[in-house]
């Protein structure tokens, strides 16, 4: 009986314990979301203070050719960009195509250049001079879905998402020119895998733009980074804003959110306070190392929601700087150096107009204070972005980055009236040069200031 009795106890106490976890269990989940994640990813030495530029071959210059556009690399190397991005190089599909050219992202072939961009050896030419110039070069990726008559149509039907009745399908209704690949097949991986491997190895790459990563599986990515650093360390940036991305696979993410911010601030829907919360939640959110890129315009931005001047109005020289004093990698696309404000035709020719423009000696500037000033490097090389209280807190956004003997104080006015305020803080105290006109200025802890419509100023401590 007293053993019967013993046996009883420990049934019960396990009864509870079991009780209580079964109890607990369902919150467990929600507390590890909050939780930070941690990034393993190994950024090339290279990439923490440099820049990146959006090329859009078929439109850059009036033939839109590799080697019509390599002439103008020494012009970048001088604007101050680290990065070069080319939207898809392959060759576009034809079957169900959208206009008469087609979109970048309806891969006919992963293995080969689009004749109208010119040959392989022109590509290659253009990675070398790239890379003799000092700048990296990373190609778009589209890992998603393909042309309706690319090869593997035929030769792996089975790789591909189907209805009902047995037939392709796009991956949304919208994008009627392509065809959504299924990753459930694991053979779809090794060749996706390899076609990645094919440009590294052949053309010496230094990484991939991955279009709408978000709809790949995570883990996909997850392996496909890890292949990839044992050729060379590379460069990768997803299409996606997702923190979670960053864990095993990529570099950099697309500050999207943020984005939208610049264009309702300057709609007078959103304000200063809007742009400080979203920082500090990405703060909480993302990996310290995490890189963000930071944009006004890009190729979707540009064709399909209008160019900046179109969504910023006069904010758009405020909103340019922002994005190279805040924590991230700045973006330009294609044509925003000289001032471009048109939108470019997404299926046809549809060449820039190059013109002499402020923005250029703008971003030059920007661009080149960037890259040298260890405030404002990327990840955790860069220094911490610390509030400056000011007495116009709904639209003036005071800032100070700081790191080892290099410190940038800023101060933007997002509103369309001329503003007079007070800034206090020991942190302003210094001695420092403005920025664009090198005027030497001395702060004292208590300052006046006055910033007119959209206006600015970045102070760089002596």
Known sequence: MELKFLNFNKFLKRYILLLIFALILPVIPQERDSLKISSSVKHPEWSYNKTIYEVNIRQFTPEGTFKAFQAHLPDLKELGVGIIWLMPINPIGEKNRKGSLGSYYSVKDYLD?????????????????????????IIDWVA??????????????????????GNFVPPNADWSDVIDLNYDNKELWHYMTDALKY???????????????????????????????????????AEVESPKHHENAFDMTYAWEIHKIFNDIAKGKNN?????????????????????????????????NGTEFERLGDAAEIFAALTVVIPGMPLIYNGQEAGMNKRLDFFERDPIVW???????????????????????????????????????????????EKEDDKVFALFNFS???????????????????????????????????????????????
């Open 144 to 165: 998603n879905h393909t042309s309706w008559d690319n090869n593997l149509t035929v030769e792996h039907p089975d790789w591909f998402t189907k209805d009902s009745l």
């Open 199 to 237: 440009w590294l190895k052949e053309f010496n790459i230094d990484g991939y733009r991955c279009d709408v990563a978000g709809m790949v599986p995570v883990v996909f990515w997850n392996q496909v980074r890890t292949e990839l650093d044992q050729i060379k360390p590379v460069f990768m940036l």
């Open 355 to 401: 013109k002499e423009s402020k923005f250029r000696e703008l971003y030059s500037k920007l661009f080149h204070l960037k890259v040298n000033n260890k405030a404002l490097f990327n990840g955790e090389r860069g220094g911490e972005l610390i509030n400056i209280p000011n007495t116009q807190y709904d639209v003036v956004y005071s800032i100070v980055r």
């Open 272 to 304: 200063a306070h809007d742009i400080n919360n979203y920082l500090k939640k990405e703060k909480e959110e993302y990996p310290e190392s995490a890189f963000r890129m930071r944009f006004t315009s890009n190729h979707d931005e540009n064709s399909w």
């Open 113 to 137: 250049v689009n004749p109208d961009f010119g040959t392989k050896e022109d590509f290659k030419d253009l990675v070398d001079k790239t890379h003799k110039l000092g700048m990296y070069i």
């Open 416 to 462: 369309g009236k001329e503003v007079s305020f007070e800034l206090n803080s020991p942190i302003i105290k210094g001695e420092y040069s403005d920025f664009f006109t090198n005027e030497k200025v001395a702060f004292m802890e208590t300052e006046n200031m006055n910033l007119e419509p959209w206006g600015y100023k970045i102070f760089v401590e002596e």
